[in-house]
């Protein structure tokens, strides 16, 4: 298991890959590897399985609790501590200031973020396609947390060479935050253009006082050994980002 470096002391955050050493063989080549989604037309029972052995890692650093989602590119989110849920919470944002409790993000192109505060005793997971940024994912999550989160941790998405959008989708980020026509450049269609998610999000981050924001540099499309893309194949399985704080 691989965590990135460079955060709060007892914060661990880490992105899945296609090739995770528990991944269980399946007659479904669309969505083989270490496929973490329900909804894909995955085997239910070899999916939990690898939920299962995540937890089971995880638990060697205390974890004992793993919190996922019903994802609907909305800009909801919701605060998790010591409350059980009979049924998967609806929304795209997870916070909580409990400790050994991983909060667990599923991505195939769009984009992973993860916040948290210098102190390391909050943390934030949300999913970020463009609806979501362009609608506040980020603004709504921050506003969640009980403390400002300081740093931003950017898993993988589809990068700008590989993600082409309609004029729509950059005049919503532009009317709301005109520097973002930066970070669009114009496609090879007409009325098409390449647009930059990492970039959106650093700006979007910055806005809101957070000044240390690590990732941003992996391509989800074009990194077809690691990551699942649903641009690359519109089948496939969802990676997932998680954060929790040690116990």
């Not at 939920?51 to 638990?59: D, N, P």
């Not at 060697?60 to 501590?81: A, F, P, R």
């Not at 934030?124 to 362009?134: D, F, Q, S, V």
Request: glycine share 8%; proline share 2%.
């Amino acid at each position: 298991m691989q965590f990135v470096q460079g955060l709060p002391a007892g914060v661990y955050v880490g992105q899945t890959r296609i090739q995770h050493v528990q991944a269980l063989a399946t007659d479904c080549a669309d969505v083989s590897g270490f496929n973490l989604a329900l909804h894909v037309q995955d085997d239910a029972w070899r999916v939990q399985q690898h939920r299962m052995s995540l937890l089971a890692e995880f638990a060697e650093y205390g974890v004992d609790k793993m919190t996922w989602m019903t994802q609907t590119h909305s800009v909801l989110c919701q605060t998790i501590n010591e409350q059980i849920t009979c049924e998967a919470l609806e929304g795209d944002g997870l916070v909580t200031q409990r400790k050994a409790h991983a909060l667990m993000m599923m991505t195939a192109d769009c984009l992973p973020v993860v916040l948290g505060n210098a102190e390391g005793t909050e943390v934030a997971n949300l999913h970020a396609g463009w609806r979501g940024l362009a609608n506040g994912i980020i603004e709504n999550t921050i506003v969640e947390m009980q403390s400002a989160p300081t740093w931003a941790w950017l898993g993988a998405a589809i990068s700008q060479p590989c993600f082409e959008v309609g004029a729509e989708v950059k005049q919503a980020f532009c009317d709301k935050y005109p520097e973002l026509d930066t970070a669009f450049i114009a496609g090879q269609q007409q009325g098409k253009y390449l647009a930059d998610l990492y970039a959106i999000a650093r700006f979007i981050l910055q806005q809101h006082g957070v000044t240390t924001v690590l990732g941003g540099d992996q391509c989800s499309y074009q990194q077809a050994d690691d990551y699942y893309s649903y641009r690359r194949q519109a089948r496939t399985g969802r990676m997932a980002t998680f954060v929790f704080m040690q116990a």
